[in-house]
């Protein structure tokens, strides 16, 4: 089902790919619409339980697109560093494929909107918790799913 990787000499294990997954500031949801036309978006997330979560407003593309399509691709970079003299760049890359699930459950909505203030603020949970609680009713949280995920790096 999923296209083996072409550069078997850049492959990282799944635990180096977790770890990837895991620490990287942002990544690139790539999903569908009812055309097939392709639309990435980068955006906050947070990698909990297999699963990614995110938020949005109540209304958009990439939600419309996740009702017609949910099957997702969703892409992380971590560390980079240019290299002039090689041409090249090091890197370090994770690609999760999956399928993204709108959440109506207010437990689990919470759940993702927490994870997400425990990676990037975590020195602020106690006004999260307020922040989550203002903003509740106006925010949608989805769910990946993740069905398969590779890594890849390249070193200096």
Known sequence: MYR????????????EALKILKKAEYGIL????????????????AYED????????AIGQKLDNIKVNPKVSFCVVGDTKVI??????AFESVIVFGTA???HDNEEKAKGLRALVDKYSPDFKAAGEEYIKKD????????INVEHYTGKQRDK
């Not at 790539?30 to 997330?45: K, R």
């Not at 002039?84 to 760049?89: A, R, V």
Request: net charge negative.
């Open 101 to 103: 699930e709108i959440i």
């Open 30 to 45: 790539a999903t569908s619409d009812e055309q097939n036309l392709p639309y990435g978006v980068p955006l906050s997330y």
């Open 136 to 143: 509740f009713a106006l925010t949608s949280v989805v769910r």
């Open 84 to 89: 002039p003299e090689e041409f090249g760049t």
């Open 50 to 57: 297999h699963c990614i979560y995110f938020h949005c407003a």
């Open 4 to 15: 083996e990787m072409r550069r078997k000499d850049r492959q990282v294990t799944q635990e």
